[in-house]
């Protein structure tokens, strides 16, 4: 079972204590970013868990043409490259196309491929190719339309590249039409590929295209399904935070309050320990 270290004081592993992947949808403004990276980190540290702060510069898929899409990438990647230094903490974000792979590789720890995108092979081929020559992690979502035993074939096509630092990012699976499930098995089936398992927690309870020109969400969901991940037994959780949820730029009603951020953290730190002080999940 492999252990990625991300950052110092951040290993991603199936049997280590979870990381949380954490931050606002998407870049409002720096001085957003810097806040939300600022309380999140410091809600983690007092809590002893590491972190990641996550957000995208652009939000490429998009319900409409009027969804908001985020600051761009130049701007982005500055406040990506801000909040590290300052914060001192690793950083997340997703690339869309070839192109931006290598200029985010040389800014960020992390590199995301959507969902939606998994299956792009030349698209993950660039990605494996610009974090390993970059030393850095990707972390891949399975898509709503995949089972889990085919992410195998996505492993293979990073892996293809020299790229050995990945982990699997869980986000349910399409049922009908404007929702998602989420089967634990995934999860376990998933870390047979040798490499640690995320649950992304609220974009699990979203529900595509519900609001019409936008997607809808029920973040009540959320604590119930970070648990139920942490009791099979994951390396981390992925989970959009917003001090008002009901007005962010995306994602706001599956996003989880920051003023709910402490108490939900706290309770699954106490079933991680718990979970982890058995048998990892294999």
Sequence with gaps: MQQIRVFDGVTLGNDLPFVLQSGPCQIESREHAMML???VSAICSDLGIPYVFKASFDKANRSSLSGRRGVGLEQGLAVLAEVRETV??????????????RPVAEVVDMLQIPAFLCRQTDFVLAVGEAAAEYGRTVNVKKG????????ANVVSKIESTGCKRMALVERGATF???NLVVDPRSLYEMAKTGYPVIMDATHAVQMPGALGNASGGKREYVPVIA???IGVGVGGLFMEVHEDPDNAAS???NSVRLDALRGLL????ALDRTRKAQDPMT
């Design 37 to 39: 990276a600022g309380e």
């Design 88 to 101: 001192g903490c690793p950083v997340l974000t997703d690339v869309h196309t070839e192109a931006q792979c």
């Design 144 to 151: 709503q339309f995949l089972a889990p035993w085919d992410m």
């Design 176 to 178: 009908g039409y404007g």
């Design 227 to 229: 648990s139920a991940a």
């Design 251 to 253: 994602d706001g009603p």
């Design 266 to 269: 706290k309770a699954l730190r």
